[in-house]
């Protein structure tokens, strides 16, 4: 998978072309099963959250934008607790705009991307609350890795 947007879209060009797997052997392109996964990550079209998730991550590329989601996500269990804790229950309808807000700002002044949310509410934010478990755990790296994000932990 590409990271770059541009390298992207011209290896998904090469993919739909005649000759890709001619090109895949002289420069090291998307064998013909990447093109195609990598097709439907571009037209937005997944049938599961195992083919969204590699999309998800590649939406978070940067370090700072998954810094700020995870700020977001801690958020949402700190309000979660406060609101069970204290009683006062009706903080649980600040929940979502904690998380999203967070996440959002990133989105807009990070990575510059249009939010997975928009399109796919539901993976999206169990994606969320997977990325933030692996990364807890330090287990994000090799989904990154397998995902095509080359970047290290957030800054």
Excluded at 12 to 31: D, I, N, Q, T, V
Excluded at 88 to 96: E, G, I, T
Excluded at 105 to 112: N, P, Q, S
């Amino acid at each position: 998978m590409c990271l770059a947007k541009s390298v992207w879209r011209r290896d998904k060009a090469l993919c739909m072309s005649r000759s890709a797997r001619a090109r895949k052997a002289a420069h090291g392109l998307p064998a013909l099963a990447e093109c195609r996964s990598m097709a439907n990550m571009t037209t937005n079209r997944f049938t599961s959250f195992d083919e969204f998730w590699p999309y998800y991550l590649q939406e978070h590329a940067k370090p700072r934008t998954r810094a700020l989601h995870y700020l977001g996500t801690t958020l949402v269990f700190a309000v979660a607790i406060y609101a069970i804790v204290s009683g006062q229950l009706w903080w649980l309808l600040s929940m979502p705009v904690a998380g999203y807000f967070f996440a959002w700002l990133a989105h807009f002044t990070v990575e510059k991307n249009r939010p997975a949310t928009f399109t796919y509410p539901g993976w999206s934010l169990a994606a969320d609350f997977k990325m933030y478990f692996l990364w807890l755990t330090g287990r994000l790296e090799p989904e990154l890795e397998r995902a095509g994000v080359q970047s290290s932990a957030p800054r």
